[in-house]
Structure formats: structure tokens, C-alpha cells
């Protein structure tokens, strides 16, 4: 894979996502705006130490409820953040056999600590003066700011990618929907080439909370291949009361933070009737998001991590009327989709073009075709 000065641009995608399991690295080679092909991907893991230093910058975060650039803990927490990013990308280019100057940018998404559009406040935690300096590349990052500043939601953000994607395929089927089940649950509603007449919004809990009650019960750090929903029955009256939340009654666009939800009522029930009505909750939270499409999906290509819960792939099938298909039936990676996502909107930016939309994060119709200056923060080699 060789970059052409003429035509051609590589771009390096970094994202560490809510679910707190690693870093993911992509590449990807593009022109004229679309995917040409893609490198060798990276994934890089966090140790359990790493992760008790990320949980404890989440945690003081939630706390301060505000950017806060003097807090030693979430200080700690960013310099190991970034060095992590730094040893991916070092990794990412020796695996795909090329050099800093290959590369146009990185774009690089870092750690959300802190996300709160009502207040018109979101907060990703990364040096990207320093990984820029340290990997001789030019980095964007702060991808959110400028959209919860000028009425956003700040998520999601991926959409104008996912649009490519289902765009690329010779007989796309309208309206496809791609669902990313996360740390959190989006979806990208697609009805056509337009992307002002996508529909993007954060549907309710993805992984993370199931993850975080597995690993609150010293049952590993995930539900593998939804063997542990699997094995429970459903409490159908607390999964009713979850779902009385106020966020599932608001309109789109609308996104959440990670720890929005506060799961009750698990005390007097077993672990795996547990893993499962969490699960269910999950995904009837997608199905609530099918009421909020103008017309019904034919397909549902499903990425993220929860496409490798079986229970939770069954229970979508029944729930919602499209096919249910996970990503790689359209030729896209579920591991690497929002890393290479977050390449090609660094190359966007660059290209001073719009990667929000009024209808994927709400933000003001008058602002949504902003410059390279304003999205994001451009840190040269």
C-alpha cells in the first residue's frame, strides 16, 4: 500500500472507545473523498492497570462535571492515554511497511471522560501536540467540541463514514441502517447518496454496562460470545422500568454519555437472569430507535463488539423487522470501522468539509459547513 503525491491520501484513524478495552489503529487510502483500500489494522489492549487509571479519570470527571485542566488524576490519565496512542501508531506503521512522511494525518479521537451536550460540554482526553511531535505527523483531534458549541449533540459522528460505506456497494438497499453496539448503541439511518438526509442518534446502552457487571462480578471482563445472557430469563418488569428512562421518549438527534444509565432492581436476581435482561435492554432500546425512522430499514448491519453476542443478535433478529447482518457482509471490519472512521474525517476537515449534519447531531443548519480551524484542533509534524 503506497501513497501517490498526486492522487492518493493515507490517513491514520485512532479510537478508544467507551467499552475501555484498547486502543484500535486503522489505515486507510482515499480519493477524491472515497475509500480506495485499507492497510493492515492495529489493536492495541490495555493492560488492567491502564484500566483502573481510565475508570478513576472517568470517575473525577463525573465529579467535576467540567473541563478541568489542573486535576492530577485525569492528568495521569491523559499522558498515558497519549503514550499508548503513540506506541499504536509506531505499530500500525511498521506492520504496513511505511514512513511518517507516507502519511498526510492522524486522526486521533482520544478518551471521552465527560459528555454533556445539554450543557453544551463534551471532553476527550489526548495530547495531540505531543503525539504529532513524537510520530513526526500532523494530527487532528477534538472532533466534538465545535459541534456541542453550535447546538450538537456532538455524537454521533461516524455517519458521514458509514455513508461511504453502504454508498460504495454497487445495489445498496434502502433504507439501510448500520448499528454500532459500542460501549454505547448508535445508528446511522441512510435512505440514499444525500448525507443532509441521514439520521444518526445514540440509541441507549450498548456494552458497557453488561461489560461492567460481568466484571463487577469477577466473571471476566466481558459476556463472550453472550453466553452468560444466554443462560438467563429475561425480568420483563424490570427491563420495563429501565425502559421508562426520559432519553428514550426524546426525539433525534440525541446521544448519551457513558454512564447515563443506573441499572437497579439486579440485587435479588441471579447473575445470568441479570446478563440477560441487561442484554435485552440493550436491544430493546434499538428497536425503540426503528419507531424514530421515516420508513422502515431493509437491513440492519450491525458493528462494534456487540455483534459477537449471539444472544443479543437473536434477540435483534426477532425484535426488529429488517435483516439483521453484522458488518462484514458489506466487506467492513467491525473492529477497525470507527478508527477508520475517524481517518477519514481528519481528512475531511483538512479538506475544510463538513462531518456533522442538523439530522446526525443536531447542530445548527447555519454552522454545520465550518472550516479547518474550527472542527478540531490541527497540531503540525
Known amino acids: 500500500m503506497t501513497n501517490s503525491k498526486s492522487k492518493y491520501s493515507l490517513a491514520i484513524g485512532l479510537m478508544s472507545g467507551t467499552s475501555l478495552d484498547g486502543i484500535d489503529a486503522a489505515l486507510i487510502k482515499c480519493e477524491g473523498g472515497k475509500i480506495c483500500s485499507f492497510g493492515e489494522a492495529v489493536f492495541l489492549p490495555y493492560h488492567d492497570d491502564d484500566k483502573i487509571i481510565f475508570k478513576s479519570a472517568l470517575k473525577e470527571a ?68 505531543l503525539l504529532a511531535k513524537t510520530v513526526k505527523i500532523p494530527v487532528i483531534n477534538d472532533f466534538r467540541t465545535f459541534d456541542v458549541l453550535n447546538g450538537g449533540q456532538g455524537a454521533p459522528l461516524v455517519p458521514i463514514y458509514h455513508l461511504v460505506l453502504i454508498n460504495s456497494l454497487k445495489n445498496p438497499a434502502y433504507p439501510a441502517v448500520i448499528l454500532n453496539i459500542g460501549g454505547v448503541g448508535n445508528v446511522t439511518y441512510i435512505s440514499g447518496v444525500e448525507p443532509e438526509k441521514m ?31 444466554a443462560s438467563g430469563n429475561v425480568n420483563e418488569k424490570l427491563l420495563k422500568l429501565w425502559l421508562s428512562h426520559p432519553f428514550f421518549a426524546l426525539k433525534a438527534p440525541k446521544s448519551l454519555d457513558r454512564n447515563s444509565f443506573k441499572l437497579t432492581g439486579l440485587e435479588e436476581m441471579s447473575f445470568e437472569g441479570s446478563a440477560a435482561t441487561i442484554a435485552a435492554f440493550t436491544c430493546h432500546s434499538i428497536k425503540i430507535a426503528e419507531s424514530l425512522f421515516p420508513k422502515t430499514p431493509a437491513v440492519w448491519y450491525v458493528t462494534g463488539g456487540g ?62 459547513e465550518y472550516k479547518k480551524g474550527q472542527t478540531g484542533h490541527y497540531y503540525p509534524a
Open 62 to 129: 463525573a465529579l467535576l462535571k467540567k473541563i478541568c485542566q489542573n486535576n492530577s488524576v485525569i492528568n495521569d490519565a491523559e499522558v498515558r492515554i497519549t503514550a499508548l496512542h503513540i506506541k499504536a501508531v509506531l505499530i500500525l506503521l511498521a506492520k504496513n511497511n511505511l514512513q511518517a512522511e507516507d502519511i498526510k494525518v492522524v486522526g486521533f479521537h482520544g478518551q471521552t471522560v465527560l459528555h454533556m451536550p445539554d450543557k453544551a460540554l463534551t471532553w476527550q482526553i489526548g495530547l495531540g501536540e
Open 199 to 229: 439520521i444518526a442518534f445514540d440509541t441507549g446502552a450498548g456494552n458497557a454496562l453488561l461489560d461492567d457487571y460481568v466484571s463487577s462480578n469477577g466473571r471476566g471482563s466481558m459476556d463472550v460470545d453472550g453466553s452468560f445472557s
Open 307 to 368: 455483534r459477537h453476542n449471539k444472544f443479543m443478535m437473536s434477540l435483534l433478529q426477532k425484535l426488529l423487522k429488517g435483516k439483521v447482518e453484522k458488518i462484514e457482509k458489506i466487506n467492513g471490519c467491525g473492529e477497525r470501522l470507527e478508527a477508520e472512521a475517524f481517518a477519514y474525517l481528519a481528512l475531511l476537515i483538512l479538506e475544510e468539509r463538513p462531518i456533522s449534519f442538523p439530522k446526525t447531531t443536531g447542530i445548527d443548519k447555519n454552522a454545520y
